[in-house]
């Protein structure tokens, strides 16, 4: 089985690993999330588009809850989000982030980047927390990179590690928020793949992306805000073909032409 082939789905698979119910947040007056219902499935692909300033990022930071709400409720496979100390941080070991900057410590070797959660916060050996980290940076394909620091490695490179980082940590979902957005245009294929490699195997993932791209051949379900709000989700064939709102008709319009 290639890489690219979407792996037989766990017995599990189909049960709501992710639900968002009424969700509502505010910076001030500004009102960012507004009743969101959002009901994704173990291994699930959802990819969510929309203008700058729709509130996709918020989205994506509120449901490992870097973001907080003001209303409604996110649940993670059946439980509620804590609100603050170790059960907090036992959610956020289950739900991997890979944000637009790459986050890595800098003054850490990519292994030791990759296996601080592991040892730290799963207290895997240290042995044993290596020899997986080594198996994941080579799965993205930077393997030879171990011993190096963040510096030493290309933007491209230093992404495809912060996915081995969030891997390693086991989690049961992976929130992307715009990761390719920072990178030089040859270096977002090479993340890009990487992704998609993910997505076939039956990783559940929440992408925020301007890569229409990937919404296409990797999404099961594509969603679209606008202000705040969900103005339409759809299979990815029938919002790029057939979008039903004016508002994603504009969008797909003005981005599609270039």
């Known amino acids: 089985m290639t890489a690219l082939e979407k792996q037989p789905e ?20 500004l009102h960012v999330l507004q009743d969101i219902n959002i009901s994704i499935k173990r291994g699930e692909v959802v990819v969510v588009i929309g203008p700058s ?10 449901i490992n809850r870097l973001e907080t709400i003001d209303q409604g409720s996110i649940a993670l496979d059946g439980d509620p989000l804590p ?16 944000f637009q900057s790459f986050n890595l ?16 916060v799963r207290k895997k050996p240290k042995a044993e927390a290596e020899a997986k980290a080594r198996e994941l940076l080579d799965r993205v394909g930077v393997g030879v990179q171990a011993e190096k620091y963040p510096a030493q490695l290309s933007g491209g490179q230093q992404q495809r590690v912060a996915i081995a980082r969030a891997l390693a940590m086991e989690p049961k979902v992976m929130l ?5 957005s920072a990178l030089d245009p ?27 791209g990937f919404a296409r ?13 969900i103005v339409e989700e759809n299979t990815p064939h029938e919002f790029f ?18």
């Open 10 to 29: 766990a017995p599990a698979a189909g049960e709501p690993l992710v639900v968002l119910d009424g969700v509502n947040k505010w910076f001030g007056k």
């Open 53 to 62: 300033g729709s509130g996709k990022s918020t989205l994506c930071r509120a």
């Open 83 to 98: 609100q603050e100390g170790k059960a907090l941080a036992a959610l956020r070991a289950d739900v991997g982030m890979v």
């Open 105 to 120: 410590f800098a003054h850490k070797t990519i292994l030791e980047n990759v296996t601080l959660g592991p040892i730290k």
């Open 176 to 180: 992307f928020d715009e990761p390719t």
């Open 186 to 212: 040859e270096m977002i294929k090479e993340v890009l793949d990487v992704m998609v490699s993910l997505a076939k195997g039956g990783m559940t993932m929440i992408v925020v992306t301007h890569e229409m």
């Open 217 to 229: 051949t990797a999404a099961d379900r594509v969603i679209f805000m606008s202000d705040g709000a």
């Open 241 to 258: 073909t057939n979008p039903q709102s004016a508002r994603a008709k504009d969008f797909l319009g003005k981005i599609l032409k270039h």
